[in-house]
């Protein structure tokens, strides 16, 4: 079972802790996994998580955090706040999307299991050990080294028409451009995520993508990172609202929750997008082609969309099997489709 080291939830201040997970192995009898966590506390108030690494190719959200935790003082916030940079730390250290441990996927695993694998232990740590001393949480992604994603904000609903109304307020909260309104019930496989374990916590939660490819792509896109997270504290009351422009819009809804919202290959060989990242596209438009591997005479396989609406993510690497996936399009949702979801 994970043992939370050198954090005081009781105590004020500014602690540098970590999560202890057991792990034996042949090289280290008592070997332990490290997940770094700060915890700074200035009396009562909002509690609220940060967390990036649940992928370890995703980095954005890593170095923001990592930032963050440098140059936030216990005077700067009111309540309370943990930080975890590098939630899955295997997979970080690996820069890979699962652990190089137990092979598996950290957002596919909760509510984990104390006694499991690495992987499952830190579900179980995160949703059992440190979600219980909150009430917001920010989960932030990318694409990761198989796709490039829209700056998008991410939240659930889930029929509570008071909690769904403040998840979606947090997500226009965060200033970025787009969102995904997904219901809990979702095919996105939400139950086993962290966003799952923040409803089964009754924490208000939102979630967000930042590039990816597999690499810091710009200054840009971290720069939009940092300022979500510090609209994400003054919206939950953690710092004061004064020190921040306000968001300049509310973010485009848009609905990911239908099966033609992916776009899956149906061969192998390799992908060459015709589109770009935030383009509108329509029914029949082009996506792509698929050049076949070993018939140099075939000519290429159009990848066609079906549905109206916006390039949320796409594939940035060519080399594709069966059942990849090459594109995410969202379908703009009006706002009376927006109110329907959120109530």
Known sequence: MAALIGIDFSLDGKQCGHLAIPHSTNVSAYGK?????????NGEGPRALLSAGVHGDEFEGQIALRKLCLDLARDDISGSL???PMVNAPAVISSSRV?????????????????????????SAIENQLLEH???AYDIHSGGSSLLYETVALTTSTGSEPDDKKRLDLLHALGLEAGMLLPAESNMGLESSLDGAMLRKNVIGVSAEFGGGGALLSETILQACELSIRRFLAHVGLTPESQLPPADRRCHIYDVDEPDAFVFSTCTGLFKADVAVGAMIGPGDLI??????????????PVINKLPGKVLALRTRPCIEVGDCLAQVGKLCGAHEEVAHAS
């Open 134 to 136: 909150c009430s917001f």
């Open 82 to 84: 943990l930080i975890l």
């Open 33 to 41: 996994i490290i997940v770094p966590v700060v915890y700074i506390r």
């Open 99 to 123: 652990s190089p441990i137990d092979q598996l996927n950290l957002n596919r695993v909760f509510p984990g299991d104390p006694l499991g694998s690495p992987t499952v232990a830190i579900a």
């Open 288 to 301: 792509g082609h698929i050049f076949d591997f070993y018939d140099l005479t075939a000519p290429p396989k």
